[in-house]
């Protein structure tokens, strides 16, 4: 079993920043990627960004250029900086974890308003 906390979702408005934090516990030898995915009321969620063990990333098509994932093998962590943040990004944030299963975070909300 794979458990993964997510933090530093919040209030931003148009234009600024946040970075998102999942720590990961648990089976940690067994993930193969670690990624972050949104859903925005009414919608489905989807990918925001993801990223594999030897570095591969990947992007959803909305947040290329804005949005950047990393992680941290030392502390078992996957981070989502976002920058330049818009309205339409306004969602609740979900971590995940393939392993031999798939593991989502309780998710954190990112809010953009002025």
């Known amino acids: 079993q794979v458990q993964l906390v997510e933090s530093g979702g919040g209030l931003v408005q148009p234009g600024g920043s946040l970075r998102l934090s999942c720590v990961a516990s648990?089976?940690?030898?067994?993930?193969?990627?670690m990624g972050w995915y949104r859903q925005a009321p009414g919608k489905q969620r989807e990918l925001v960004a993801s990223?594999?063990?030897?570095?591969?990333?990947n992007y959803g098509d909305s947040v290329k250029g804005r949005f950047s994932i990393s992680r941290d093998g030392a502390k078992n962590a996957v981070y989502l900086q976002m920058n330049s943040l818009k309205f339409e990004d306004t969602a609740v944030y979900y971590c995940?974890?393939?392993?031999?299963?798939?593991?989502w975070g309780q998710g954190t909300q990112v809010t953009v308003s002025s």
């Open positions: 995940q974890a393939l392993h031999r299963a798939v593991s």
């Open positions: 990223i594999t063990n030897s570095g591969s990333t």
């Open positions: 648990g089976s940690i030898f067994s993930i193969l990627a």
